[in-house]
């Protein structure tokens, strides 16, 4: 699993059988790295001639292939909702999946990403909200709560299927947020004059690992070795 989760590493190794392939393929769905398994088994002459795995190939390709155009579509209204924060003066920054896709990874569909993440200063989230809001989004998440963990769900009215995230810290828990806090001025600091250095990106991936998700997913580990890499 861990040869294949990983972008850089060949696949390689001993034959497996078909029933173990479609564990592994069922376990890296799960773990958010099935197109990297994808792409390392595509054209493999020594996949068994198995009918069922075949078969389960063929619909993981198409779910693949649809999970490409949702992922065309959120950078669409994250484009469209990054010019309307600009047009605002509002600073803001895209972060995590679409850019960790494209600065991290060789093969960008590599890394899927099911929603847009976008960073904001606290004091401009209700401003940023009026801007998504104006961009045919509508909130799906409690307004109080999400001032409280610093975190606005927003979806798309004509497709729920979208959804942006708007965020004054990534650090969402408010006790760790008082030991741990990553916004705009940690950014900047990493950052200096750039934007979305390697170092920054490292730094993302870890708290978006680690301080959200504690590792159940071997993406977000993968996030990690990746940021590692590209320090080099």
Known sequence: MLRFADPEAAAGGEDLSAKTLTALLDNAEFHGVLPIMLRKLSGDAR????????GKLEDLRQKATIA?????LLKYHGDRIMKGLAADNIPARIVKGPVFARKLYRNVA???????DILVEPANLARANQVIAACGFELGSNEAESYELQEFKWLEKENSSLL???HGDLVHDTGMRRRLSLGFPELRAIDGEATDT??????IAIVHA??????HR???CVDVLQGVRALQ
């Open 164 to 166: 942006v995230e708007l």
């Open 68 to 72: 490409t155009g949702q992922s065309m």
């Open 198 to 203: 390697p170092a920054a990106l490292l730094t």
């Open 218 to 220: 071997l993406q977000l």
């Open 47 to 54: 996949l068994p001639a198995d009918a069922d795995l075949h």
């Open 110 to 116: 590599d890394r899927p990403f099911t929603d847009i």
């Open 210 to 215: 680690a301080g959200g998700h504690k590792f």
